[in-house]
């Protein structure tokens, strides 16, 4: 008989010995998470003591007492997994790092810095006794109304597939030390397609589409040994996710293949009795969530004397049982929660130096100039006194976004806002700086904007830091309307007749349309929500420090009629993404951003004009040049279209990115890899195949902005 206890043997052996030794009771408990700030202590210790599998909102001391309760005071001494909302920066510790959101950091298109930041924050959240974050977001965010399109990495599926699988590598790193937690793929699947933009509602989409668009960065997630999967709270065509044993066991843990276990979203048990109503007790809640495929139940108290009397009464499968139990075991002993349940980093790691380096880097590159008619970066000579004017210059709240409130509400660390960012660093060149609000974000009134224009009047340069804030962004806050809320743009008007150059900064959690600021702003850069040191990172690139790199990885509506307005869309018998009452296209493409330089692209080759699924891979390359005068990073982009298919197929989509850094004049040659697999075809019954027939492979700067173009032949 195997001892569950000695890691001689393997997590799969351990886990099955362990199974075998369990009663129903504790298989139960493991299925278990529950949330400690809803409890007293005494509750949470009870608990502990019937072998729950883990809890969530506790940290530190109170973690650990409840571990050592599990460990000591249970049968068999399984430890509990904490797990936490570290959605971009352990944000719930006022000390820890915040870096951007995950809309902001897409804007870098890095896979390197991804793995960095999930480096940092795992570390960080170890610190505090934690095993597991309920990140990153792998839903793709088409429709720009939803209140959660900033926790995403934007509209493309192979983006989104290539920074969610960076990041879950530098979260669990193969879990060599005590700096590694879980990460989570969620929501699974098609949340963001929600019917309307609305958070939670009917996702009216087909199988064929879930696994052409939806399903393949959930596929990276697995292939990069992400541990846990979490069910959206919507259904999909009137099913439930939760309930939804199609796509949850036949596709994510039978096909797929996941190495890991799927955890529902909060109280989503209880919904399927409340909400969706496709049950009436706790009992038949329970048994259809089982079946369905989720193996760990968060935030349902209830489960654990239905499923009990499931089991008794001998209306729930013993084999799903067993196999949630299995994998939920298995992690923990991946982790290495047997041997080492208190093992944590140092606590001088939450927020050093290194990581406060790390933050940095990634804000620098995840800022996207999206015009500047030459008025960036500022001259220091003429401009001596700059009017910042704005209800979020001065507001961290609105800066960090979502998932960070606390943080930016007691955050202990120096924290920059866009006012002080650019008051410290007008200082260094003697530049005087005023600040007036002007309005606020919703609330109607212009009682401020006689103070913002004089100070405008009297100022060489207006830096107006403009967007919205957390009320307008997050779980059930979908958007009907997108424009600037509140007295933004009468603001922005006004100002404009003072004649002054104006910048205009966004701080802002969604695409906004912004069709008078684009044609009347002098500049605007795009920060989203740039998190701790956003202030810091803006002021360098508004003062040349930096040069902007960032590109868009979302496409921004003219209006929010137009949406969804995502750049790779199928074509359309009457034209292509058209109104007839708006200029085509969106107002800002997918992929697209400014420098203060420009580059040049060249001589594009590929290894093979024509191939077999048996080659594998193509190799793409293609020269660039910065043709300007000065240092820059250029994002270069490789698209494909499939010419002609047995299904309609995207105008373009895109399948490789690479950041390159040229100095002035400098040429250098990228290149992609192309695998065949990206190149296949969901059809009609649903098998994925290479259909043969042309490619047209296209390298440039965006979306919209794709000088070289060759043709390959699938044969």
């Known amino acids: 008989m195997i001892d569950y206890k000695d ?20 298989k139960v408990g493991q299925m278990m998470q529950l949330a400690y700030k809803f409890m007293t202590r005494e509750e949470a210790l009870e608990w502990a003591k019937k072998g729950l599998g883990s809890y969530l909102h506790v940290l530190g001391d109170n973690a650990d007492e409840l571990q050592r309760t599990a460990i000591n005071e249970t049968r068999l001494g399984i430890p509990i997994i904490f797990g936490i909302d570290c959605i971009h920066g352990h944000a719930l510790n006022e000390y820890a790092t915040v870096f951007p959101t995950q809309l902001a950091m897409a804007q870098s298109f890095d896979r390197e810095a991804m793995r960095k930041c999930g ?33 995403t990495f934007g509209e493309d599926p192979y983006l989104i597939g290539e920074l969610g699988a960076a990041i879950v590598d530098g979260y669990q790193n193969n879990f060599v030390d005590n700096t590694c937690i879980m990460a989570c793929a969620k929501h699974y699947i098609a949340y963001g397609e929600s019917i309307g933009g609305r958070d939670a509602y009917d996702s009216m989409v087909s199988e064929r589409m879930i696994r052409e668009t939806f399903l393949p960065p959930f596929e990276k997630a697995a292939k990069a ?3 846990t999967y979490m069910t959206g709270y919507q259904s999909v065509d009137g099913v439930p996710m939760n309930s939804n044993r199609r796509l949850l066991r036949e596709v994510l843990k039978e096909e797929v293949g ?88 140092d606590r001088s790691k939450i927020c050093c130096d290194e990581h406060v380096e790390v933050d940095l880097e990634v804000t620098r590159e995840s800022m996207t100039l999206l015009k500047n008619d030459g008025i960036l970066p500022i001259n220091t000579k003429k401009v001596r006194k700059i009017a910042v004017i704005g209800p979020n210059a001065d507001d961290l709240e609105a800066q960090y976004g979502d998932w960070s409130c606390g943080a930016a509400n007691g955050h202990r660390k120096p924290a920059t806002s866009m006012l002080k960012g650019i008051k410290k660093r007008a200082k260094k060149d003697g530049i005087e700086v005023v600040y007036k609000k002007g309005c606020d974000i919703e609330k109607p009134g212009k009682r401020g904007f006689n103070a913002a224009i004089k100070a405008a009047k009297e100022s060489d340069l207006i830096i107006a830091v403009m967007g919205d804030y957390i009320e307008l962004n997050g779980e059930y806050k979908s958007r009907a309307t997108l424009d600037l809320p509140g007295e933004q743009t ?13 910048v205009l900064v966004m701080v802002n959690g969604k695409p906004l349309c912004i069709n008078w600021e684009a044609e009347n702003m002098n500049a605007i850069l795009e920060t989203f929500n740039s998190g701790m040191v956003g202030g810091t990172v803006a002021a360098e690139i508004l003062f040349g420090d930096v040069n902007p790199s960032g590109k868009l990885p979302i496409s921004f509506p003219r209006t929010a009629g137009q949406v969804p307005v995502y750049y790779n869309y199928l074509p359309g018998w009457h034209g292509d993404n058209k109104y007839k009452d708006i200029e085509e296209g969106p107002l800002y493409p997918f992929g697209f951003g400014l420098s203060y330089t420009t580059f040049e692209y060249s001589n594009l080759s590929v290894s093979k004009t024509e191939f077999t699924e048996a080659d594998g891979e193509i190799i793409v390359t293609a020269k660039i040049k910065n043709t300007g005068k000065v240092k820059g990073t250029e ?81």
């Open 225 to 227: 040994g992400c541990k």
């Open 635 to 715: 994002i270069a982009q490789m698209y494909i279209h499939d010419v002609v298919g047995t299904v309609m197929r995207p105008i373009l989509e895109l399948k490789g990115f690479e950041r390159v850094e040229l100095d002035a004049g400098e040429e250098k040659t990228v290149s992609f890899t192309l695998p065949v697999e990206e190149l296949k075809v969901v059809e009609q019954n649903l098998e994925r195949v290479l259909e043969k027939g042309d490619f047209e492979i296209m390298v440039g700067g965006s979306s919209v902005d794709l000088p070289l173009i060759t043709t390959i032949k699938a044969v």
């Open 490 to 502: 009468a603001l922005l008007i006004e100002l404009k007749k003072t004649k002054k150059p104006i």
């Open 258 to 345: 996941v190495d890991g276990f799927i955890i529902t979203d909060w109280a989503n048990v209880r919904s399927l009795i409340d909400n969706q109503k496709v049950c009436d007790n706790f009992e038949d809640a329970s048994r259809v969530s089982i079946d369905a495929g989720n193996d760990m139940i968060m935030q349902t108290e209830e489960f654990y004397d239905a499923t009990l009397k499931l089991i008794e009464n001998g209306q729930v499968d013993m084999k799903h049982i067993d196999d949630s139990v299995f994998r939920i075991l298995k992690a923990k002993f991946d982790m290495g929660l047997f041997e080492h349940p208190f093992e944590k980093p």
């Open 119 to 151: 480096r940092v924050s795992a570390t960080e959240v170890r610190c505090d006794s934690l095993h597991w974050t309920f990140s990153p977001v792998f839903c793709i965010g088409r429709d720009t109304r939803w209140g959660r399109i900033n926790e």
């Open 7 to 26: 890691p001689k043997y393997t997590s799969t052996e351990r886990a099955n010995a362990l199974l075998s030794l369990m009663t129903n009771e504790e």
